[in-house]
């Protein structure tokens, strides 16, 4: 089946240590997005790409980056990851413009100690 | 600024208590209205779009209405599975065409 997959689906990390979550997707879709959710809370969007062109949300903190090489394959950095980045990363994708709903990830939940 | 806002926060019934879950939102041309439905650590699961006011669409005991401003889901004579955190987001023109905004959800639990 067509899916988004997320790896790893939990990730512990220490303060300031470097981690790298992915997100690969069957759908062929054109459009990738980065989401931060913490409890309660409506998703943040980070990143999202249209093909290759990358877009950076203007409240992103500088301590995270994102890759995206190819359509299937995208990339979230968190350069220091601080007690405050603990959260669920999602990944969403879109094929826009033929549709207009995204389909997400089952998540990155990450503990930073 | 486009805006959504979802009621209640938190909903508790019991089984087979039919209820409505409220997104009103603020939008410069509405492209399109969403629901999805989000397990605890799971990611949101697509479940309607909704494009015009007075559209309708129905899903098992999910039902999603629309008008200029807002959006109902009812849910018919809940199961304990119906429990999950609904989200509601909108496309509006003004959204860079792909940006969607989403609400901060209403968490849903229904008692056996």
């Known amino acids: 089946d067509a899916m988004v997959i997320q790896n790893p689906r939990y990730q512990v990390t220490q303060f300031g240590k470097p981690v790298t979550l992915s997100c690969s997707q069957t759908l062929n879709h054109n459009v990738m997005y980065w989401y931060q959710q913490k409890s309660s809370q409506a998703p943040k969007l980070l990143f999202h790409y249209y093909d290759k062109d990358f877009n950076n949300e203007a409240d992103t903190p500088d301590n995270f980056q994102s890759r995206r090489p190819n359509t299937s394959f995208c990339f979230l950095d968190i350069r220091s990851p601080g007690l405050g980045d603990a959260a669920m990363y999602l990944c969403?994708?879109?094929?826009?413009?033929?549709?207009?709903?995204?389909?997400f990830g089952p998540g990155t939940r990450l503990t930073v100690l | 600024e486009d805006q959504v806002t979802q009621s209640p926060e938190a909903l508790r019934l019991q089984e087979g208590e039919s209820s409505s879950l409220n997104c009103s939102y603020t939008?410069?041309?509405?492209?399109?209205l969403f629901w999805y439905r989000q397990d605890p650590g799971k990611g949101p699961e697509f479940l309607f779009t909704l494009y015009s006011a007075g559209e309708e669409k129905e899903k098992e005991r999910l039902k999603a209405t629309l008008t200029k401003k807002e959006s109902f889901l009812h849910i018919t004579a809940p199961k304990p599975e119906d429990s999950a955190t609904y989200l509601c987001a909108v496309q509006a023109e003004s959204g860079g065409s792909y940006i969607p905004t989403f609400g901060r959800g209403t968490s849903l639990i229904v008692h056996p």
């Open positions: 969403a994708t879109r094929a826009f413009p033929a549709h207009n709903e995204q389909f």
């Open positions: 939008v410069s041309g509405l492209r399109g």
